[in-house]
């Protein structure tokens, strides 16, 4: 069964820490990778897609890459307003996208 | 400016009721979408749409119902046989069959139990 998993569950983070968050997928074909961002009481905005393994995606503080198994976003000096949780979701080629459980991240002044 | 317009955004439910939670998309996406979110959890896919008057059960389907008469509406109906139906409910829409392109999301509409 195709799956997508999120490590860690929750982060907090010191304003400009840097630090990483993980999706890990096992699908039987990956068609594209996605990553989300979900403010409370929100719906999912669109950041990146990625591809194919050794792609790269950057936005602001954020950047995306994707490996063979798995896909990181790393936040570079993030800010209070970075706080949200990061979802992301694997096309499968199948009739609808895998979604992770989500990390939910904390930044503190 | 283009995009899926969920209403409303709270909504509360009697025992023995059923509601209906409203999705619009003027983005002339094929596909159309309905999850649940709780708290803590991912989302749990409840129906889809790839064609209008045709829909999919997805992985939580019962007691749920919908609709797809026309291509730019997805409402989602709640029965009152749902006996935990405290939730954010999301719709989403994708262009089905152009693919490498990402599902785009509502605002959600939270229902409560009175």
């Known amino acids: 069964e195709d799956q997508v998993t999120q490590s860690p569950e929750a982060l907090r983070l010191q304003e400009g820490e840097s630090s990483s968050l993980n999706c890990s997928y096992t699908v039987s074909g990956l068609r594209g990778l996605f990553w989300y961002r979900q403010d409370p009481g929100k719906g999912p905005e669109f950041l990146f897609t990625?591809?194919?393994a050794g792609e790269e995606k950057e936005k602001e503080r954020l950047k995306a890459t994707l490996t063979k198994k798995e896909s990181f976003l790393h936040i570079t000096a993030p800010k209070p307003e970075d706080s949200a949780t990061y979802l992301c979701?694997?096309?499968?080629?199948?009739?609808?996208?895998?979604f992770g459980p989500g990390t939910r991240l904390s930044v503190l002044p | 400016d283009g995009g899926i317009t969920q209403s409303p955004k709270y909504l509360f439910r009697k025992e023995g009721q059923n509601v209906t939670l409203s999705c619009e998309q003027n983005l002339n996406h094929d596909a159309m979408y309905w999850y649940r979110q709780d708290p803590g959890q991912g989302l749990r896919l409840i129906y889809y749409?790839?064609?209008?008057?045709?829909?999919q059960k997805g992985d939580i389907a019962e007691r749920y119902s919908v609709s797809r008469e026309k291509k730019e509406s997805f409402p989602l109906t709640v029965t009152s046989a749902q006996k935990n139906p405290t939730a954010f409910y999301l719709c989403?829409?994708?262009?089905f069959g152009r693919g490498n392109q990402p599902q785009h999301f509502g605002d959600g509409t939270r229902l409560s139990i009175l």
């Open positions: 979701a694997a096309d499968n080629y199948g009739q609808n996208f895998v």
């Open positions: 989403a829409s994708h262009p």
């Open positions: 990625l591809y194919s």
């Open positions: 749409s790839q064609i209008v008057n045709d829909f």
